[in-house]
């Protein structure tokens, strides 16, 4: 009998993922970027990212141990760096100005803005960093290692593939989202999202120190 998934590991892991890869945050960022493009282009574009974001995730989930273990950084060191990125990113998200670490450089934003896309920026700056930037890094590579089953291993996959899946979605249709989506809600969902991550760093910090400092839990 194949094993069984933990379905509180899955929807925590769920959760996060959606939380750091919020799709409804990185639709205006899209929209800004694609601006000027035509309808069907800028779809095929909302479809490139998402698969971009896939091939990075996967090559993340896949290698991620690894190259901790080529550095010498054990899972909860990476924890609690992690944590620290999240809460930086937390911070940005719940007082509306953003944070360099997960979105794409204000440089980039500006010119984006400024005149029509000249070259695909599916790759980046939308897939790098602004979908998969150190936070969802820092996310995949944490629940791979308390993954300890294939089959929470197969959760954590479904779980970031269930977002990228909506990511495409939001994206495909982020013309028509856009004009319904007042700025009131993206800021609400926004600091929403904000809070979550803070609590998921939390959450990481907390476990690697204990991890690394026994003396800690008590």
Do not use: W
Not at 49 to 60: G, H, I, N, Q, R
């Amino acid at each position: 009998m194949g094993q069984a998934v933990d379905q509180a590991f899955f929807i925590t892991t769920l959760g996060g993922a959606f939380a750091i890869m919020n799709p409804f945050v990185v639709l205006p960022l899209f929209l800004a970027v694609t601006h000027g493009m035509d309808p069907a282009l800028q779809r095929r574009a909302g479809l490139r990212v998402a698969f971009f974001s896939a091939v990075l995730c996967a090559t993340v989930a896949v290698s991620g141990a690894a190259i901790l273990k080529f550095f010498g950084i054990s899972v909860d060191d990476f924890r609690v760096a992690g944590g620290l990125v999240l809460m930086t990113i937390a911070m940005g998200m719940l007082s509306g100005s953003g944070s360099p670490a997960h979105e794409a450089p204000a440089k980039a934003q500006a010119m984006a803005v400024q005149e029509p896309p000249r070259a695909d920026v599916s790759f980046y700056p939308l897939a790098f960093p602004m979908v998969v930037g150190p936070g969802t890094i820092t996310a995949i590579i944490v629940y791979m290692g308390q993954a300890r089953t294939m089959a929470d291993k197969g959760a954590v996959a479904a779980a970031f593939g269930l977002v990228l899946a909506v990511l495409a979605v939001v994206l495909f249709f982020a013309s028509t989202i856009g004009r319904h989506m007042s700025q009131t809600l993206r800021v609400i969902m926004t600091r929403l999202m904000g809070m979550i991550v803070a609590a998921m760093g939390v959450q990481m910090i907390a476990a690697g120190l204990k991890a690394i400092l026994p003396g800690l839990a008590g």
